[in-house]
């Protein structure tokens, strides 16, 4: 009665079983005993052959229903003529654990390994195995079970390679990425609330030091590879350890921003900051801030990308230089021209006055000698505008050879002096390229009482249009006296 209800518990059982005869394997063991084998484990590593000979020695007496399932075999006679087909390939370096507690006296023994069904499919197995009483010295009979557990490894590989394809992400992504630990701001932002504080932006302004301290407080977990690179640090432990270079100067001010966001709750957000590479150049970067996913009540885990703006915000920067200049000769353009003279008659800062420059035989130069000559003239005065002149004032390039110098705040003496400036540069220039001298005509106005800055450009137009007469009189006087000189010798 009771081998019937062992027997039913056997063929009923939700896992496979199976009954083995080791009794040779035990045999063989004994010959290698007294041939002096006493690691196993190393013997069978040397040849893959015993533990293919231990193998062949294995007798399967009985199997249950549930084995013949989960191996797809139709009888327990079908199952042993593809046993082969079953036990092959990764199962021979687990089967050697098996052997080895075997032969070292174990009367139980366990291991993950690989089996097959005969159809060919691959099945993860959880083995377990134990010497049945009676026959722990003739190993005659053991009872096996092989659990199938394909499902939980292909979870656990699965999960295995979203983390690698996480890692991988994260290494190897070309945005700097921080994992960061903001766990103790968290506490600190907690405090100020628990003490009442509501205008946080007030407290921080009264209290610089908070925002220090919490600058302090951030720990960082771990950076990519596109943080050394953007950073220019030699590994990791080289960027943490100069952390201090890279977050500097105004660096606190982008910072109190972003403590402002925390307090408002505000979890993800970004701005533009700028920090220093450790070659200490700087670096305009576009900061994401995210805290993770499940991490919202303690900010223990939190992702900061950055991403290197540098190139864009320099792009952007020559584009608003070349929107202002002109290109030849590095002064403003026209376009800023215009914007000052408005900007300047809307202030009521007074006096204003304003130089009016035109360059003397720059077509003649063209004409002569080609435009490139041309250019290097209005270079050279370039040079010297941007020499003479500086902020509140400008210098600026409002035609082909005509320029303009807007001095807001500055009286006939001033102006006065900016002229003498100019001059002096302009001699001094004309030193080093005596072959082609600069020659200018200009008018100087300064504002008068209720006079627009129209009317001021106006008379100091005027009078450059009368210098450029007297000098092409002069010029034209200079050029007939040799000729009036020859005539009386």
């Not at 082969?84 to 390939?89: A, G, H, L, N, V």
């Not at 701001?185 to 007030?202: E, H, Q």
């Not at 995210?290 to 939190?302: A, I, L, N, T, Y």
Request: glycine share 4%; net charge negative.
């Amino acid at each position: 009665m009771t081998d019937d209800f062992d027997s039913d518990i056997f063929n009923l059982a939700p896992i496979a079983m199976w009954i083995e005869d080791f009794s040779e394997v035990n045999t063989l063991f004994d010959e290698w005993r007294r041939k002096g084998v006493a690691d196993i484990r190393k013997f069978l590593r040397e040849d893959r052959h015993r533990v293919i000979a231990c193998s062949k020695r294995i007798r399967v007496l009985r199997v249950n229903a549930k084995t013949l399932q989960v191996f797809e075999a139709e009888s327990l006679a079908h199952l042993k003529a593809n046993i082969s087909s079953i036990f092959r390939d990764d199962m021979l370096d687990t089967h050697i654990n098996e052997l080895a507690a075997l032969f070292d006296g174990d009367l139980t023994f366990s291991s993950t390994t690989v089996n097959y069904t005969i159809a060919g499919r691959r099945l993860d197995i959880q083995l377990r195995g134990a010497v049945m009483p009676g026959h722990e010295k003739t190993l005659a009979r053991l009872l096996l079970t092989t659990e199938d557990i394909t499902d939980r490894e292909d979870a656990r590989r699965s999960e295995a390679e979203q983390r690698r394809q996480a890692e991988g992400i994260f290494e190897h992504s070309p945005v700097s990425l921080w994992i960061e630990d903001f766990s103790r701001i968290r506490v600190l932002i907690d405090d100020i609330r628990a003490r009442g504080i509501s205008d946080f932006r007030t407290f921080m302004d009264v209290h610089p030091e908070f925002v220090r301290q919490c600058m302090s407080e951030i720990r960082v977990i771990d950076v990519n590879q596109a943080t050394l690179d953007l950073f220019c640090a030699r590994d990791r432990t080289d960027l943490l350890q100069r952390l201090g270079e890279i977050f500097r100067d105004d660096m606190e001010k982008p910072f109190r921003e972003q403590l402002m966001e925390l307090w408002n709750g505000n979890l993800f957000h970004h701005r533009e900051v700028i920090n220093f590479a450790l070659d200490g150049s700087q670096r305009h970067i576009l900061l994401h801030f995210s805290v993770f996913p499940g991490h919202e009540k303690d900010w223990s885990r939190v992702q900061v990308a950055l991403a290197d703006i540098t190139a864009r915000k320099k792009a952007e920067a020559y584009l608003e230089y070349l929107g202002k200049h002109d290109v030849l000769t590095k002064l403003y353009n026209r376009a800023f021209y215009a914007e000052e003279m408005n900007r300047l008659e809307r202030k009521s800062l007074r006096p204003v006055s304003v130089i009016i420059i035109d360059l003397n035989g720059l077509k003649e130069a063209n004409d002569q000698l080609g435009h490139d000559a041309g250019d290097g003239l209005l270079r050279r005065f370039g040079e010297i505008l941007n020499g003479a002149v500086s902020a509140p004032n400008h210098a600026c390039r409002i035609g082909g050879d005509e320029f303009a110098v807007l001095l807001p705040g500055a009286d006939a003496k001033a102006a006065g002096s900016i002229i003498e400036t100019i001059l002096e540069l302009l001699r001094i220039n004309n030193q080093f390229y005596s072959t082609a001298p600069l020659s200018m005509s200009y008018g100087v106005a300064t504002s008068e009482d209720g006079e627009t800055i129209e009317s001021v450009v106006r008379r100091a137009d005027i009078l450059m249009y009368e210098d450029k007469k007297a000098h092409y009189a002069t010029a034209d006087l200079s050029a007939s006296a040799p000729s009036a000189r020859t005539s009386t010798r």
